[in-house]
């Protein structure tokens, strides 16, 4: 757990579900070995989750929602949408290079 926590930047949750257990716990165990906590809201960087295009494909092409997107990839409605708002590559279409998710079927 130290490890993941001080070399590999994870969050205690990251950590708890890998464990089976509560982010209280881990924070309990790591807190037991001597560990400095970062600040609250002081994550590791983080590289974009998917590409836009990757998302357009599962949006346009195979037909399906941002819901069912963000359950096949294991992330948040938010991070669908983010990432399809925020990679400025174009994919093709009447659409503006910026264009989210929102709008792709309009």
Request: glycine share 4%.
């Amino acid at each position: 757990m130290k490890r993941l926590y001080e070399i590999e930047k994870l969050r205690l949750r990251e950590i708890a579900l890998l464990f089976g257990c509560s982010p209280q716990a881990v924070h309990y165990r790591l807190s037991r070995c001597g560990v400095d906590f970062r600040p609250a809201g002081v994550s590791r960087p983080r590289k974009p989750l998917f590409e836009r295009e990757y998302i357009y494909n599962l949006y346009i092409a195979k037909q399906l929602s941002a819901r069912r997107i963000a359950d096949e990839l294991d992330c948040s409605m938010t991070d669908i949408y983010n990432a399809s708002a925020t990679t400025r590559s174009h994919v093709g279409g009447p659409e503006a290079p910026d264009a989210s998710i929102r709008n792709w079927r309009n």
